[in-house]
């Protein structure tokens, strides 16, 4: 029904950036929430940043004032800057997808593969 693909990740040393790309495909400029997550072994998923079809966004506290997420929707891609990267950011980071019904019962979550980021010291 709809998939999600990231691409982006790798290694990077510490103290470089990284922009990860998630597309889409399905439209994605209707009202929906977007969002990066994160797991590194032994931890538990964690919401990195999210955004809105209305432009919101959150961070996390772990990467506030080091991360961007931003939309594109002709692309039907997000993406998540960071910037100033710590071997502590060294994750999978999952694209994820909740679509927004006018009744919540009929929302729908959609998550990507993943792409590793590895942040070396």
């Known amino acids: 029904q709809v998939q999600l693909v990231e691409s982006g990740g790798g290694l990077v040393q510490s103290g470089g950036s990284l922009r990860l790309s998630c597309t889409a495909s399905?439209?994605?400029?209707?009202?929906?929430?977007m969002g990066w997550y994160r797991q590194a072994p032994g931890n538990q998923r964690e919401l990195v940043a999210s955004?809105?079809?209305?432009?919101?966004?959150n961070y996390a506290d772990s990467v506030q004032g080091r991360a961007t997420i931003s939309r594109d929707t002709v692309k039907r891609t997000i993406y998540l800057q960071m910037e100033s990267l710590k071997p502590a950011d060294s994750a999978v980071y999952y694209c994820?997808?909740?679509?927004?019904?006018?009744?919540?019962?009929?929302?729908?979550?959609?998550w990507g593969q993943g792409t590793e980021v590895a942040v070396s010291s």
């Open positions: 955004i809105t079809s209305g432009g919101s966004t």
């Open positions: 994820h997808l909740r679509t927004l019904a006018l009744s919540s019962k009929y929302d729908r979550n959609y």
């Open positions: 399905v439209d994605i400029s209707s009202r929906n929430v």
